[in-house]
């Protein structure tokens, strides 16, 4: 039986193995299925989370408007324009409030406009080509009486839509003011950035199953269900046709159908998720709908399970092969013996042959140590090594290999010439004070330059020294080539230029979005001034012009001349030349800087709140603190507007710790990417279009903290934005 069972040892330890690699490979299969389940159900919770927020942004884009239009309506200008028109029908100077509007959300509209019910129109701008959409409108206001969203129209092959709100004269619904949105400025800013993994993307329908923004605009302005059974009449089109009519039903959810993808050739059906949630338009809703690849999102599961099944497979192997191994070794276990102390026994000759080889070697060694010392040294060496005689000849006795290779003359050549004829700034004046210098101190260095063939100049720096070779005094000069040091200087140089453009550069962006400021800031007493004057004329024409009159109109004046000076005061501040470090409390550049910005914020219906924990007394270079500032705040506010958020905050903490300050600048914005954040430091980066940014703020931020003020500056995400935190030393 023991006998048998020697003899199948073998094929019993591979069935074993076979068996173990069979239920590994179930084992990992059952584990597989319930990975690939709880995954594709995470994956759906998290696309239909994004599905409801994109919705969400859709609605709080229309609800904005509609809240800001509402606004203007309900302003006091507006309403004493709108009455003026009424009473006497003219235009004139009416209505510039509705002009600014436009200039604040010209990224986002076409045109504003005010008309009458019947379609007359009271103003426009910047245009009166308004399309076609107004006039049903028109009946819908009248029929609705209250603030909506009209219907979808096309103008120019451009889909388009009207937002409007209901104006009243004495209690009677007389106009509507409407804004036109261009279908494509909303998917261009909230839907096309949207993305699903490598192929996946966001479209939105209207509430009939008509595509009204997607990647493919051949696509929209169609019924989705319709397209995809006219141009692959023989598929399968069932599950589609179930999702969309959820979808139409104003639902939401994620559901999974086959379909293809626009962007493929081969026309091959995938399957596919896809996430809708309704976006409420006025009284209408819109689809938006998010589909991502199903393949994307279980093929890492199925390849990480195969790399599974192959790795026990191959430690199976490994654990086989060693039992198969350690069962010959133990076969054989009085051969390996036997060898074993033939190995002994050779090792033992191999130690005493190698003990007399070394002795050999280490006599040959000494014999040639004095012959090779020298040469050694001569051609070892990285540098040109020269051997010169100490008189006025300075010949050359000598040289290393190093020599030849650099200036390409033949070691005969050398061997013939001076010292004088390879060398620019040495004469035998020079020479005779490197002997003095050489003497006195032991050795000199110097720098030179060396003269080759074909006119082949090298920039040098040598080390001399005395030799004595033989009672003979000599001079051994080591020659190292500094070509790459001086290079290397003169790039030094080159990026102190550019730094100092970059941080110009800086100085004029900034100056420009100071300029704007002042721009916003004067707009208001200028068209105070205007008044002022036109109501001088107007009283002088009816002759009521008097002292009192003129006084009282005097002061006005004054006042606003006052305002727009001190404008002037505080931003000639963040243009301060003066570069000397002086004391200052953070809270005055903070104020500062702030009040720089204040209209900015002001036509942007942002709140900015400051946390000062410590009025640190700082020494430095405020101007400079208060451009860094600026530049955080700006592109906090640029972010806001650019996100939309419905939450326009912008958070400043401002605290001593230890001995140190940390300032840290938290906006609403929806923060930046991973990528972008390990980034925004760099020169030249921007997130914005290249109208927006020149991507030289944050980076000279960045020299200014840790050059001037010896500190740093980091930004993170945080809770929905971006938090910038500077520290430095007080």
């Known amino acids: 039986m023991i006998k048998v069972l020697n003899k199948y040892k073998y094929a019993m330890i591979i069935v074993i193995a076979l068996m173990v690699m069979i239920v590994i490979i179930g084992a990992s299969y059952q584990n597989y299925i319930k990975i690939q389940n709880k995954v594709i159900e995470i994956e759906q919770f998290q696309l239909l989370s994004l599905a409801e927020t994109l919705a969400k942004s859709v609605e709080n884009f229309f609800t904005n408007q509609q809240h800001n239009l509402e606004i203007l309506s309900k302003n006091r200008t507006f309403i004493k324009d709108y009455n003026g028109f009424s009473a006497d029908g003219t235009q004139k100077d009416l209505f510039k409030n509705l002009e600014d509007y436009y200039n604040i959300q010209s990224e986002n509209i076409e045109l504003i406009r005010l008309v009458k019910l019947d379609g007359t129109e009271i103003y426009a701008f910047p245009t009166t ?55 494509n400025t909303i998917y261009q800013s909230l839907i096309a950035p949207v993305k699903a993994g490598e192929k996946g993307y966001a479209s939105v329908k209207d509430s009939s199953g008509v595509l009204i923004m997607h990647p493919n605009t051949e696509d929209i302005g169609e019924n989705v269900i319709e397209v995809r059974k006219n141009t692959y009449p023989d598929f399968d089109w069932s599950e589609l046709t179930e999702l969309v009519e959820k979808q139409k039903n104003k639902e939401s959810g994620v559901g999974v159908y086959h379909s293809l993808w626009f962007t493929d050739n081969d026309q091959q059906r995938i399957k596919k998720f896809s996430a809708y949630a309704p976006a409420n338009i006025g009284s209408d809703f819109w689809i938006v709908n998010i589909s991502k690849d199903y393949l994307e999102v279980v093929s890492f599961l199925k390849n990480r399970t195969y790399t599974i099944v ?60 004095s012959k090779n010392k020298f040469e050694n040294i001569f051609e070892s060496g990285s540098d040109c090594i020269f051997v010169i005689s100490m008189n006025q000849s300075a010949q050359i006795i000598e040289v290393n290999h190093k020599v030849e290779l650099s200036l390409g003359y033949t070691k005969e050549q050398l061997l013939s010439m001076s010292y004088y004829q390879i060398s620019t700034q040495v004469s035998e004046d020079v020479y005779n004070a490197l002997i003095q210098g050489i003497e006195i101190n032991s050795g000199v260095t110097f720098e030179d330059e060396l003269k080759g063939v074909n006119g082949k100049v090298i920039p040098v720096e040598i080390n001399a020294r005395i030799m004595n070779n033989e009672n003979k005094m000599q001079i051994v000069m080591i020659s190292r080539d500094i070509t790459m040091k001086r290079l290397f200087d003169q790039e030094m140089e080159e990026n102190k230029k550019r730094e100092a453009l970059m941080i110009y550069q800086s100085r004029l962006a900034a100056m420009g979005e100071m300029i704007g400021n002042i721009a916003h800031q004067w707009r208001q007493p200028l068209s105070g001034l205007a008044m002022i004057y036109n109501n001088i004329i107007d009283a002088y024409k009816y002759n009521e012009l008097d002292e009192d009159y003129l006084k009282a109109q005097g002061v006005r004046h004054a006042d606003l001349v006052k305002f727009m000076s001190s404008t002037i005061d505080d931003f000639r501040f963040f243009f301060d030349p003066k570069t000397e470090k002086r004391d200052f409390l953070i809270s005055s550049v903070c104020d500062r800087t702030i009040d720089f910005l204040k209209e900015t914020i002001r036509l942007n219906n942002i709140e900015v709140i400051v946390k000062l924990e410590s009025d640190v007394l700082i020494n430095g270079l405020p101007n400079q603190l208060s451009q860094v500032l600026f530049s955080i705040i700006k592109n906090a506010i640029d972010a806001i507007v650019q996100h939309n958020s419905s939450e326009k905050k912008i958070c400043i903490a401002i605290e001593g710790r230890d001995e140190e300050l ?69």
């Open 129 to 183: 080509d308004y399309g076609d959409g107004i006039l049903d409108d028109c009946q819908r206001v009248k029929l609705v009486q209250k603030p909506d969203v009209g219907e979808i129209y096309k103008e120019s092959d451009k889909l388009y839509v009207n937002i409007y709100h209901p104006i009243y004269f004495e209690e009677k619904l007389d106009a509507t003011l409407y804004i036109k949105v261009k279908i």
């Open 662 to 730: 940390l300032i840290s600048i938290q906006d609403s914005g929806g923060g930046a990417s991973k990528a972008n954040v390990s980034r925004l430091f760099d020169a030249y980066f921007t997130t914005k279009d290249e109208q927006s940014g020149t991507g030289l703020g944050l980076y000279i931020s960045k020299v200014i903290i840790e050059k001037n003020f010896k500190g740093n500056i980091n930004a993170i995400n945080k809770e929905n934005g971006l938090c910038i935190t500077i520290s430095f030393p007080i």
């Open 310 to 369: 192959i790795i026990n497979f191959l430690l199976l192997l490994v654990f086989l092969t060693f039992g198969l191994l350690f069962y010959k070794f133990t076969k054989d276990k009085a051969i390996i013996e036997k060898e074993r102390a033939l190995m002994i026994e050779v090792k033992a000759l191999n130690e005493a042959l190698e003990l007399d080889i070394t002795k050999r070697i280490k006599l040959e060694s000494e014999l040639l140590s």
